[in-house]
Nanobody
Framework: QVQLVESGGGLVQAGGSLRLSCAAS????????MAWFRQAPGKEREFVAA????????KYADFVKGRFTISRDNAKNTVSLQMNSLKPEDTAVYYC?????????????????WGQGTQVTVSS
C-alpha cells in the first residue's frame, strides 16, 4: 500500500505557472504508475496526466498537452506536475494517484490510491 501527499497548490494569475508535488510512502514506489487528476466544482474528476513506473513514459489529456509536464523521481518517491500557461478553467482540486501495474504504458483510469488533493485557483 502507498500513501500520497500533495503540495504546491495555490492562487495564480492566468498565464502563470505552478508546480505540484506528490510525496509517496513505501519502498516500492517504482512499482506504481503515477497520475494526476483534477476535479472542478460541480464537475466530475478528470484525468490530467500519467507517468509509467519506469522508462518515464507519459500520457496527457488533450487539454493540457504542451502546457503541463509530469515527471517522477523514483529515488525520492516523488511525482511532480509542472503547470505553465495556466487558464481560469484549470481551477480545480488536483489529486495525485497511484496504481500497481506490470504494464509498460500508463493508463488514464483504474487508479486505486489517492492523495487528499491540493487546490489550484487561476484568476483571470
Amino acid at each position: 500500500q502507498v500513501q500520497l501527499v500533495e503540495s504546491g497548490g495555490g492562487l495564480v494569475q492566468a498565464g502563470g505557472s505552478l508546480r505540484l508535488s506528490c510525496a509517496a510512502s513505501g519502498r516500492t514506489f517504482s512499482s506504481y504508475h503515477m497520475a494526476w487528476f483534477r476535479q472542478a466544482p460541480g464537475k466530475e474528476r478528470e484525468f490530467v496526466a500519467a507517468i509509467s513506473r519506469s522508462y518515464g513514459i507519459t500520457k496527457y489529456a488533450d487539454f493540457v498537452k504542451g502546457r503541463f509536464t509530469i515527471s517522477r523521481d523514483n529515488a525520492k518517491n516523488t511525482v511532480s506536475l509542472q503547470m505553465n500557461s495556466l487558464k481560469p478553467e484549470d481551477t480545480a482540486v488536483y489529486y495525485c494517484a497511484a496504481k500497481v501495474s506490470v504494464t509498460t504504458f500508463p493508463s488514464s483510469d483504474n487508479y486505486n490510491y489517492w492523495g487528499q488533493g491540493t487546490q489550484v485557483t487561476v484568476s483571470s
